[in-house]
């Protein structure tokens, strides 16, 4: 796989929410995609993921990685090897039972939970609850990783799980050199996208959350969603 690139992408405001862009998108993929691996990262879990490409222009994966990096799945569904095997033991309904103390987190619907991910709702996290967050976890002797995104969304997750580790472990099991990984985000959770050595891409809508931690070796474009994606691969492909 010495000649190939992949794709490291995160779904919705990333490669999902201009719906002529996706289409563009697909169809240039369609016509190179033996040239390319293409990785969705999303903060969906597996499901919502899978309804999403369903119900979309979304080209069909070569690998997911789902519920804010705490999942690895191959395009056909099946478990990524070597992936979740680390995370023996670890519970989210331990981080939940923890985090009950906290009246201003809201919890997320189940749908939106899994064993790996507690996820909640908090406008604006200020640096207090943030570590009293971090202090509950202590407490109950959960090793995590706290993921906030939007201005609102909050994950819980394991400390060696993310969207950046998760790509890492796909791209090194597929012996690629990371200056052949672009990577695309929007918003808090794919920053560790942006810390693993890959050529990263912020599309034009991103948040500035994500805008303020990534450095000046990301390309910044001017185009939104999936076209700010295509002017990404422009960019560090030459295509």
Excluded at 152 to 174: Q, T, Y
Excluded at 177 to 187: E, H, I, N, T
Aim: some cysteine; charged content about 25%.
């Amino acid at each position: 796989m010495d000649a190939v690139r992949i794709l490291v992408t995160d779904l919705d405001g990333t490669l999902v929410g201009d719906t002529g862009a996706l289409v563009r998108f697909a169809a240039w993929y369609a016509e190179r995609g033996d040239q390319y691996r293409l990785v969705y990262a999303t903060g969906r879990v597996r499901d919502s993921l899978w309804r999403l490409i369903e119900e979309t222009d979304l080209p069909q994966p070569d690998a997911v990685i789902s519920a804010v990096g705490t999942e690895i799945h191959a395009g056909d569904g099946r478990p990524w090897p070597g992936w979740t095997e680390q995370f023996r033991g670890w519970d989210a309904d331990i981080v939940r039972r923890a985090l009950d103390r906290f009246p201003w987190l809201t919890r997320q619907p189940d749908a939106a939970q899994s064993q790996l991910k507690a996820s909640y709702d908090v406008q604006n996290l200020r640096a207090s609850y943030r570590l009293g967050i971090q202090r509950a976890l202590q407490e109950a002797a959960v090793d995590a990783t706290i993921v906030y995104s939007l201005g609102l969304h909050l994950d819980v997750i394991p400390a060696r799980a993310g969207k950046g580790k998760a790509a890492r472990f796909v791209v090194d099991s597929w012996c690629v050199p990371g200056d052949r990984v672009l990577v695309f985000g929007d918003s808090g959770n794919d920053i560790e996208l942006f810390q693993q050595g890959f050529r990263g891409t912020l599309v034009a809508n991103a948040h500035p959350e994500l805008s303020a931690a990534i450095g000046d070796d990301a390309y910044r474009s001017p185009f939104a969603y999936a076209a700010g994606v295509l002017d990404g691969i422009r960019y560090w492909a030459g295509i």
